[in-house]
T-cell receptor, first 116, second 113 residues
Framework: GAVVSQHPSRVICKSGTSVKIECRSLDFQATTMFWYRQFPKKSLMLMATSNEGSKATYEQGVEKDKFLINHASLTLSTLTVTSAHPEDSSFYIC????????????FGPGTRLTVL | AQKVTQAQTEISVVEKEDVTLDCVYETRDTTYYLFWYKQPPSGELVFLIRRNSFDEQNEISGRYSWNFQKSTSSFNFTITASQVVDSAVYFCALRGSNYKLTFGKGTLLTVNP
């Protein structure tokens, strides 16, 4: 099946720094990538949808200036958490789809962010 | 608006018991897709099944089976002869015409030896 990677898998940073998370589709071209956030023992919440070459579409309540998304190619999307604070600590998961409603999204392994 | 309800927050069973995880959904779309995912402690989501709204046939895959009832908007998941390795959080999800996945809150399944 399709493989999606995320890097890094874990990151610990100081408050006020910015953190970049990469999401790559390794063996297919992803026209659309999705970014989710998951708090401990909670469900996955969609943060934004990114399409290659265009601006990301953010869900209501998600600060676009705080969570910068760049989908520069058909195999790479990045999420940058700017000026991170402890409340941004969470598990971030990306998924990639090849388009079409019948295709499932392929999920990355997730990135655990801890902001001290 | 789409909504997925997994009423069971936690379930605990003893190995070899059968267990059913419930999922009820709401959508106004006539064409939609339903999914089940497994999330072990490592965190990675494991895809289990996809069903489209026009296919109400139940499906069996090894010890796993799924019961799709459109009349009650339910898509329940049964594990027969559960094993310790089945312990995980299981998510039911719905995708409608906007291609966005809406997840239920998940059911934590613990299978004790």
């Amino acid at each position: 099946g399709a493989v999606v990677s995320q890097h890094p898998s874990r990151v610990i940073c100081k408050s006020g720094t910015s953190v970049k998370i990469e999401c790559r589709s390794l063996d297919f071209q992803a026209t659309t990538m999705f970014w989710y956030r998951q708090f401990p023992k909670k469900s996955l919440m969609l943060m934004a949808t990114s399409n290659e070459g265009s601006k990301a579409t953010y869900e209501q309540g998600v600060e676009k200036d705080k969570f910068l998304i760049n989908h520069a190619s058909l195999t790479l999307s990045t999420l940058t958490v700017t000026s991170a604070h402890p409340e941004d600590s969470s598990f971030y998961i990306c998924s990639a789809g090849a388009g079409g409603g019948g295709n499932e999204q392929f999920f990355g392994p997730g990135t655990r962010l801890t902001v001290l | 608006a789409q909504k997925v309800t997994q009423a069971q927050t936690e379930i605990s069973v003893v190995e070899k018991e059968d267990v059913t995880l419930d999922c009820v959904y709401e959508t106004r779309d006539t064409t939609y897709y339903l999914f089940w995912y497994k999330q072990p402690p490592s965190g990675e989501l494991v895809f289990l099944i996809r069903r489209n709204s026009f296919d109400e046939q139940n499906e069996i895959s090894g010890r796993y089976s799924w019961n799709f009832q459109k009349s009650t908007s339910s898509f329940n998941f049964t594990i027969t002869a559960s094993q310790v390795v089945d312990s995980a959080v299981y998510f039911c999800a719905l995708r409608g015409s906007n291609y966005k996945l809406t997840f239920g809150k998940g059911t934590l399944l613990t299978v004790n030896p």
